[in-house]
């Protein structure tokens, strides 16, 4: 059924084009990314003042960690790792010639191919199929490429009616939200929050039971699917043996986004690459065990191409715009493993930084340990450098990346990168030096902690602490009490 043919109701889509009475989205604006307007500690301050949204955040994430470690109980993690880091590594190592691989076969099964170089040129491209198509709605899956290059506010800009149909990210949209993790966007929302938005939607009070709520969601999203000329996806894998996409979903929602509108687009990184088909057997129960702690998602499709003669359902065009945005510039050199993640979201599920702040905190798409390697990498130092300071070092991400990822060693390296482009804060140098000065020499080490001991007896507090009000790190010392009993005194 095309747009024409369906009949508008009163009621205004998230964009303003007709969906069904009763489904009124509120005039929200997509949320926008806040790079590099506000600083790391401003953002977190705002989730640390929800103390729901902070609940949210741990209760997820511990859940979501339980369900992967019980995945793997019974299983030779380690040596699944091994494979899955061992066929991304070659991947990457081979980039170039499997991506051309990729393109003889994705052009033999009729996709039309296109590469962008820049977030600038994907917005273009992906506006300019749609105006060629005369596509008036798209339904987008989840894509994280997507949100990169913000294709959601050019394509409105454009005049289109963007509907998101992720369940997840359908809130984050209609809510002018931004995702706040890689695998569950909306993990710092509570489930009244969705009620009072969908009962906002819906023009009266809503049960605020799951059930009830996804079923209004439902009705809305059929209606979109079946309206829609457009269909935009991601893509989790690019096999390069078969020209094909990997989705996978648990909602179904790729498979009719990339299959029921006369137009499927598909956004995805050029690192998304992989050899072989026979891949898939270590990367998707990696990428699945990791993700959501299942053995497999509840759809898994590959897309090869449009529709063939003999087929009755399907695209009758298929795009694929390759997105480097970045990613070229990595290649061989000391951060390219950061193009072998499979973004499950695992190493945000266990960082310390990221279960108190949640994903808003790192001002871009990305948030946890990806983000904080990612964000100065696609953005730049001067933009995006500061985020790579937050985190403990623990080593807990490492830990846990299904395809070994060595986080925290990319992370010291872009913490070493920024202040060799002298973007560290100048006090934050000075106080680096003098005490890199006095510890590198044994008898101003010795002085510096006698004297260090003296300064905490003047500080010293009645009830056994240390005074938190220490000039200059009073910031960091108004949340923190040092018992002078385990310093020794
Ligand atoms: S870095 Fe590793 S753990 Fe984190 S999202 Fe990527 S693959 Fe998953």
Known sequence: MSRTEDAPSAAESISGTPLPSGWAAPAHQPGAFELPH?????????????????????????????????????????????QGRQIRAHAIANLPDYLEQWIGHAEANGTIVHFAADEGEARRIVAGICADEG?????????????????NSALEGAGIDVVETDLGEFVVQAMGDRPGHVIAPILHRTKDEVHALFSEMAGHDLPNEAEALTAFARAGLRHAFLTADGGITGGNFLVAETGEVLLVTNEGNGRLTSSAPRVHIALVGIEKVIPRRADLAVLLPLLTGHGTGQQITTYVTLTGGPRRADEPDGPEQTHVVLLDAGRSALLGGEFEEALHCIRCG??????????????????????GPIGAVLTPLFRGQAEGGEVAQATTLCGACDDICPVRIPLHDLLRGLRRQ?????????????????????????????????????????????????????????RWTSTRDLPLRRLGR
């Open 38 to 82: 506000t600083t790391f500690g401003e953002r977190a301050q705002r989730t640390m003042a929800r103390p729901f949204a902070r609940q949210a955040i741990a209760g997820a994430t511990d859940h979501a960690l339980e369900l992967t470690l019980e995945r793997f109980a019974d299983v030779d993690h380690e040596a699944l790792r091994d």
């Open 135 to 151: 596509i008036a709605r798209v339904v987008k899956s989840k894509s994280m490429a997507s949100e990169e290059v913000s294709l």
């Open 418 to 474: 920024r202040d060799e482009e002298g973007q560290t804060p100048r006090g934050e140098r000075i106080a680096f030096a003098l005490w890199g000065a006095l510890w590198s020499r044994p008898r101003l080490y010795r002085a510096s902690t006698a004297a260090s001991r003296s300064l905490l007896g003047v500080l010293a507090q009645a009830d056994g602490t240390v005074s938190t009000r220490l000039p200059g790190l009073r």
């Open 346 to 367: 695992a190493c945000q599920n266990v960082c310390p930084v990221y279960r108190q702040v949640g994903g808003h905190a790192y001002g871009w798409v990305y948030g």
